[in-house]
């Protein structure tokens, strides 16, 4: 089982980037999917997620407004669009999937997921 993130860069704060989650091995169909980041010397903390259902969606309040969420009709990707980066964005950003806990309901821990991708840098320069 692989996930895979891509799309992270280089950008100018106040711009945008969009991230994409792919995965091998597995079907998103039966996962409720995240997304999670961690910055130099802090710990992995939650970004969003959607609901196995794909009918929940949940964003922490730091991105809430700036960050969208979404995947297409059959859920062979999820992707996390960002807008309005600024510094407290850059990241190592990493998207995780679970076949655990409700089905219309959005896990927010790391201990909730059990397959991780490897990431994807995301710096946001001024």
Do not use: H
């Not at 730091?62 to 807008?83: C, E, P, Y």
């Not at 909730?112 to 320069?125: E, H, M, R």
């Amino acid at each position: 089982v692989q996930l895979q993130a891509s799309g992270g860069g280089l950008v100018q704060a106040g711009g945008s980037l969009r991230l994409s989650c792919e995965p091998s091995g597995l079907n998103f169909r039966d996962y409720g999917v995240g997304w999670f980041r961690q910055a130099p010397g802090k710990e992995r903390e939650f970004v969003a997620g959607m609901s196995r259902s794909t009918r929940a969606y949940s964003y922490a309040d730091s991105v809430k407004g700036r960050f969208t969420i979404s995947t297409d009709a059959s859920k062979s990707s999820v992707n996390l669009q960002m807008n309005r980066l600024n510094l407290e964005d850059t990241a190592v950003y990493y998207c995780a999937a679970t076949a655990r806990g409700p089905y219309n309901g959005v896990a927010k821990r790391s201990v909730d997921y059990d397959n991780w991708g490897q990431g994807t840098l995301v710096t946001v320069s001024s």
